[in-house]
């Protein structure tokens, strides 16, 4: 069971969004930044989304994130064939004193 | 570029030990502080361990508390996590990664893989 809530699925058609919850509580998103993750298959995962909302070099702005309380959003529009992945949000667990990973959700870009 | 190059995973018995290696290149190592993160087979991510740029700030995950030491020779650009006491649930693909000013993992290496079966 993991610290971080995820849905374990999403799915949407190519050029659709799609968005991803992650769910957690004070101890940990609700006073830290999130951050997402991509992780194709058979790879490392790649950092997406760090500081809740900030896209590091080279990531398109077709991927968002979010944060309001104790949830985070990952939101991905003009979805492509090639976004198919398994995403992963994570943060600082003060009362863990550890870091602390969602599940994971699978997207599928059907 | 920044490249984490992971090392020394293998086959072992529950009880054994493991040595794992993560050796970076492409940037100042000492200045950083850097993770250990798990992937059973099949599973998601989970973190491991964490030390900071002068090694005085260590965290363990409560699974690893105990058996596993995280540490580093900012000399050597290295970083090093010694497994002992290893179990079949430690089984995973080991990550390093290199950590951003809030906790985030901007850079990962390739993954190396610890095998725990008897």
């Known amino acids: 069971q993991s610290v971080l809530t995820q849905p374990p699925s999403v799915s949407a058609a190519p050029g659709q969004k799609v968005t991803i919850s992650c769910s957690g509580s004070?101890?940990?998103?609700?006073?830290?930044?999130v951050s997402w993750y991509q992780q194709l298959p058979g790879t490392a995962p790649k950092l997406l989304i760090y500081?809740?909302?900030k896209r590091p070099s080279g990531i398109p702005d077709r991927f968002s994130g979010s944060k309001s309380g104790t949830s985070a959003t990952l939101g991905i529009t003009g979805l492509q064939t090639g976004d198919e992945a398994d995403y992963y949000c994570?943060?600082?667990?003060?009362?863990?004193?550890?870091?602390?990973f969602g599940g994971g959700t699978r997207l599928t870009v059907l | 570029e920044e490249q984490l190059v992971e090392s020394g995973g293998g086959l072992v018995k529950p009880g054994g030990s493991l040595r794992l290696s993560c050796v970076a290149s492409?940037?100042?190592?000492?200045?950083?502080?850097m993770n250990w993160v798990r992937q059973a087979p099949g599973k998601g991510l989970e973190w491991v361990s964490s030390?900071?740029?002068?090694?005085?700030?260590?965290y363990y995950a409560d699974s690893v508390k105990g058996r596993f030491t995280i540490s580093r020779d900012n000399a050597k650009n290295s970083l090093y996590l010694q497994m002992n006491s290893l179990r079949v649930e430690d089984t995973a693909i080991y990550y390093c990664?290199?950590?951003?000013?809030?906790?985030?993992?901007?850079?990962w290496g390739q993954g190396t893989l610890v095998t725990v079966s008897s």
């Open positions: 030390i900071n740029d002068k090694s005085n700030y260590i």
């Open positions: 994570g943060t600082w667990d003060r009362s863990l004193s550890g870091g602390v």
């Open positions: 990664a290199r950590m951003g000013p809030h906790d985030y993992s901007n850079y």
């Open positions: 492409g940037f100042t190592f000492s200045s950083y502080s």
């Open positions: 004070s101890s940990n998103i609700g006073n830290n930044y």
């Open positions: 500081d809740n909302n």
